[in-house]
């Protein structure tokens, strides 16, 4: 028993020895998973704060940096792009893309390329920017204020550019009647029939203006120095040399004779039918062409305007200054023709031959000759 009761000692000692460090390994071992779960809820709690913490970074800290250790602009700026095209859809090239904000030094320029793209980078954020676009031969355009959030970047295209309207302010000063009047004749001297015949007192236009006695006079003297005028006083004087008619001397200087005197004769008609008359009745010397009509009302229009022309006032009148323009001329003629061609009788045959002269050039004023470029007939 004794020997028993030493093992049953010596036992008790070995198991209150190792006791202790089996129950320590057995408390131990369940505290790990403990402290992992502790961990994960520390780090959860640290994910939920971080986009505080993150906010305060951006508004306290500078900005994040990249690899390379420079400052990203990504979040602190926008970008607007867009493209200018017409109303045709075509790009408008060359037209600038203006972003002006509300400070007046705060301006941001670009140009758009030959396909009317534009694009304006690191445009600060937050801040409100009008948007303008200035074309050379295109009307403005203004867009609304735009502002832009950091790292955005807005498409603004602006379609249907319009045309610039010119604007021109005409002011309109009603000209006179002498100066419609002058424009009127300067048309008329350059009217020729057949392309060497003057028909400068044939009036094409309807109702022209009267002439004023300048007018007058400076129509008649154009005529009676034109070169045909002399070429048909040369031509009349070489039939006359052939009948000898009237009565001067064969030869040379009867020709010169005969020349003068048919000269005389043109001028003389020329000057007192054309001006000295109608300027001091107040009458238009001119031809004024019907054009419309049978050919026997427009004849009869020929015939009647011998007798019957216009007053400076608009008014049909009897034609004193075509009639007695004439008769003047005739009995003028006296004093330089031979005594045998004088009297009563060679003036009103003088008389009647200037009256034909002037029903056939009339005829060819209506029927056959035509107006100067740019006249209006009636």
Do not use: C
């Not at 030094?105 to 694009?119: A, H, K, L």
């Amino acid at each position: 028993m004794t020997r028993l009761h030493k093992i049953l000692i010596l036992f008790t000692i070995v198991v209150s020895t190792f006791a202790p460090a089996s129950l320590l390994a057995q408390g131990t071992a369940p505290t790990l998973p403990k402290e992992t779960v502790s961990i994960t809820r520390t780090e959860e709690v640290e994910l939920r704060n971080q986009p505080q913490q993150s906010d305060q970074a951006a508004r306290h800290s500078p900005p994040p940096q990249n690899q390379d250790g420079e400052q990203s602009s990504v979040s602190q700026t926008g970008t607007v792009m867009g493209t200018i095209t017409d109303v045709s859809e075509a790009p408008v090239p060359g037209a600038v893309v203006i972003l002006q904000g509300s400070d007046s030094s705060d301006v941001r320029s670009v140009t758009t390329n030959e396909n009317g793209f534009y694009e304006i980078r690191d445009v600060a954020v937050g801040r409100p920017y009008e948007v303008k676009v200035r074309a050379a031969g295109f009307a403005e355009w203004d867009a609304p204020t735009l502002t832009l959030s950091p790292g955005q970047s807005t498409i603004l295209d602006v379609a249907n550019l319009r045309i610039e309207e010119v604007q021109t302010s005409v002011t309109v000063t009603p000209a006179s009647s002498d100066e419609i009047a002058t424009e009127q004749v300067k048309s008329e001297e350059t009217q020729r029939g057949f392309g060497i015949i003057p028909n400068f007192y044939a009036a094409y236009v309807s109702n022209p203006a009267p002439m004023n006695t300048r007018l007058k006079y400076r129509l008649a003297l154009r005529v009676a120095r034109d070169p045909f005028t002399f070429a048909g006083v040369a031509m009349v004087a070489g039939v006359g040399q052939a009948a000898d008619h009237p009565a001067y001397v064969l030869g040379a200087k009867g020709y010169g004779e005969r020349f003068a005197a048919n000269y005389a004769n043109s001028f003389t008609d020329i000057m007192l039918e054309g001006a000295i008359f109608p300027s001091l009745l107040h009458q238009d010397p001119r031809y004024f062409y019907k054009g419309t009509g049978t050919r026997k009302a427009r004849a009869a229009h020929v015939l009647y305007s011998l007798i019957v022309t216009k007053g400076d006032n608009g008014e049909w009148q009897p034609n004193y200054s075509g009639l007695g323009g004439n008769l003047a001329s005739a009995a003028i003629s006296n004093a330089y023709y031979p005594s045998a061609n004088r009297g009563a009788g060679m003036v009103l045959q003088g008389f009647g031959t200037m009256m034909g002269e002037h029903l056939a050039v009339r005829m060819l004023d209506e029927f056959v000759f035509r107006p100067a470029k740019g006249s209006v007939a009636n």
